[in-house]
């Protein structure tokens, strides 16, 4: 099933990184290809106030990481989470990725701020708290790039908790079968996360924070579990689209 996807762009790649890897909303273009959906993708760069005309202008939405942090509460990410609730009533699914995973959960009144024990970076590994069928052969787990210093604080009444992890307890947050949010980033690759980490070691991520990371970077056995993550977003917004 192909889908018109509309893409809420919350931030871009860093200036350096830019040329090479494309925006953020460029990466979830490339990682739906490489997991073989033929989807239709328009981008909307809502920190310039640039906004679909509708919640229901698209079967599907992805909301894209940004460095902002949600707490900022400025008049785009009022705006934006204006939208979220909206599409949420349409019935039209969405999926949200690090900012995008926060601020939905902060328009569904949840606490989201610093995260007292510092920054997720790197490779990290999430328990799935339920079945989803797209990571089976995962052993109930999947990995995935973080970047974050910000995390969802509490969970929202309207979400279940679908992953987890001791660093972050909310990981992966469903909204009725609406909304799927995850804190970590499936449009990265290994590659791209090390690069990133290296143009931001030391502003702002720490360089001990950053240094661990990549030393599981670096590993001959560093890999992502994109692509199946990809599949089961897929699902989600095509499952969702057809309702």
């Known amino acids: 099933m ?43 760069d809502v920190r310039d106030d640039l906004f679909p005309g509708a919640a229901d202008a698209h079967d599907a939405w992805i909301i894209t990481g940004s460095k902002s942090n949600v707490y900022e509460k400025t008049p785009w990410m009022m705006r934006l989470k204006d939208l ?55 052993g109930g787990q999947f990995t995935l790039s973080a970047v974050h210093q910000d995390q969802v604080l509490s969970k929202p009444k309207q979400a279940e908790v679908i992953a987890y992890s001791s660093f972050c307890p909310f990981a992966a947050l469903q909204y009725d079968n609406r909304i799927l949010t995850l ?40 890999h992502t579990d994109s692509l199946q993550v990809a599949h089961w977003m897929a699902s989600f917004l095509q499952q969702g689209a057809q309702r």
């Not at 909303?25 to 490339?30: G, H, N, S, T």
């Not at 349409?90 to 606490?111: K, L, N, S, W």
């Not at 804190?183 to 924070?209: G, M």
Request: glycine share 10%; proline share 6%.
């Open 2 to 44: 192909s889908l018109r996807i509309g893409i809420l762009a919350t931030g871009i790649t860093p200036d350096d990184l830019l040329e090479k890897h494309g925006s953020y909303a460029d990466m979830f273009v490339k990682l739906f290809g490489q997991a073989g959906y033929d989807f239709t993708f328009t981008t909307y």
């Open 84 to 138: 979220i609730l909206e599409i949420y009533d349409t019935g039209r699914p969405m999926v949200g990725i690090c900012f995008g995973h926060q601020i939905v959960a902060e328009a569904f009144g949840a606490d989201v701020n610093r995260y007292p024990d510092g920054w997720g970076v790197g490779l990290h590994t999430y328990q799935l708290e339920k079945d989803v069928p797209e990571l089976d052969g995962l």
């Open 183 to 222: 804190q970590a980033h499936p449009e990265f690759n290994v590659e791209f996360e090390t690069q990133l980490l290296l143009s931001r070691r030391d502003d702002p991520i720490p360089p001990n924070a950053a240094d661990e990371a990549l030393v599981g970077l670096n590993d001959e056995s560093a």
